[in-house]
């Protein structure tokens, strides 16, 4: 009678370890399909506008308008934006993003390293996010500036359209100070 007590407990903590072993199996085969972590960082971006506007022959777009161009590079998971009449401080020392993905949103913080002048102005920047697949993302960007101005919130279906644009009116300093409109 022992025997075969003994022998129910040791045959029911087999079954229970094999069903350990393969709940963790297929956790950690799952972890290894997902999708490559979103990674974004600044690559460029102008001199204050205010100081190129005088001497650029580039298409100009009116300082009313802050925008955001995107181009979609499906093969390397790139997504490409350029946000144009972004509002900083006129010497920041340093500008940077910080991006990350909150479901099925992209987030773009835009930030200064310091503001140095008693001033802003606009710049365009360039940003790269890697690790985006072809799917539909809201995209939405935090700026230190716009404080109460619309802001810059849309949808991107990087299945259907691998570019386009988005636009907001903005008329605040440091928007709207050099067009008549």
């Given amino acids: 009678m022992k025997k075969r007590f003994l022998l129910k407990r040791i045959m029911i903590g087999v079954v229970l370890l094999i069903a350990f072993i393969v709940v963790s199996c297929e956790k950690e085969n ?36 802050s925008c955001v161009e995107y181009v979609f590079d499906e093969i390397n998971n790139k997504l490409i934006l350029k946000h144009i009449n972004a509002g900083f401080n006129c010497c920041p020392d340093s500008l940077y993003v910080q991006t990350s993905l909150n479901g099925d949103t992209i987030i773009v913080q835009e930030y200064e390293k310091s503001a140095l002048c008693r001033c802003n102005c606009l710049y365009d920047l360039d940003i790269e996010l890697n690790g985006v697949e072809a799917k539909i993302y809201m995209v939405k960007f935090i700026e230190p500036y716009a404080l109460d101005q619309q802001e810059i919130l849309f949808e991107l279906d990087l299945a259907n359209n691998y570019e386009g644009s988005f636009c907001v009116t903005r008329k605040q300093y440091p928007w709207g100070v050099n067009d008549s409109e």
């Fill in 30 to 65: 799952d972890s290894n399909s997902k999708q490559p972590e979103l990674q974004g960082e600044l690559t460029g971006n102008s001199i204050c506008k205010n100081e190129l506007k005088a001497t650029s022959t580039v298409k100009y777009i009116s300082d009313t308008l």
